[in-house]
Nanobody, 124 residues
Framework: QVQLAESGGGLVQAGGSLSISCAAS????????MGWFRQAPGKEREFVAA????????WYSDSVKGRFTISRDNAKNTVYLHLNSLKPEDTAVYYC?????????????????WGQGTQVTVSS
């Protein structure tokens, strides 16, 4: 069982930056691929970024590639998402997810555990 807790969301102006993090419980964090997803009001949840168990591989959606960076610190059981050049359309609740992924890291159903989410609001 893994419990995930996101933190660091908030309000930021367009063009600004923000970092959010996700702390995981348990001793098996390094055995899970980690992903970030987001859901805006009235929209479906969408993939944002993912990182492999070791951190050696990362994946991004086209909408955030070049602006967001995912990283992880297995010693701290934490995954991070650094959001740069933020746009109003990045406004959403951001969720982290953990899974021993056997399918696509871009698909939410691949992940076993989810956090409660943290709100990111970008003002224009």
């Amino acid at each position: 069982q893994v419990q995930l807790a996101e933190s660091g969301g908030g309000l930021v102006q367009a063009g600004g930056s923000l970092s959010i993090s996700c702390a995981a419980s348990g001793r098996t964090f390094s055995t899970y691929a980690m992903g970030w997803f987001r859901q805006a009001p009235g929209k479906e949840r969408e993939f944002v970024a993912a990182i492999s168990r070791s951190g050696g591989m990362t994946w991004y959606s086209d909408s955030v590639k070049g602006r967001f960076t995912i990283s992880r610190d297995n010693a701290k059981n934490t995954v991070y998402l650094h959001l740069n050049s933020l746009k109003p359309e990045d406004t959403a609740v951001y969720y982290c997810a953990a899974g021993r992924v056997s399918g696509s890291v871009r698909v939410g159903s691949t992940y076993e555990y989810w956090g409660q989410g943290t709100q990111v609001t970008v003002s224009s």
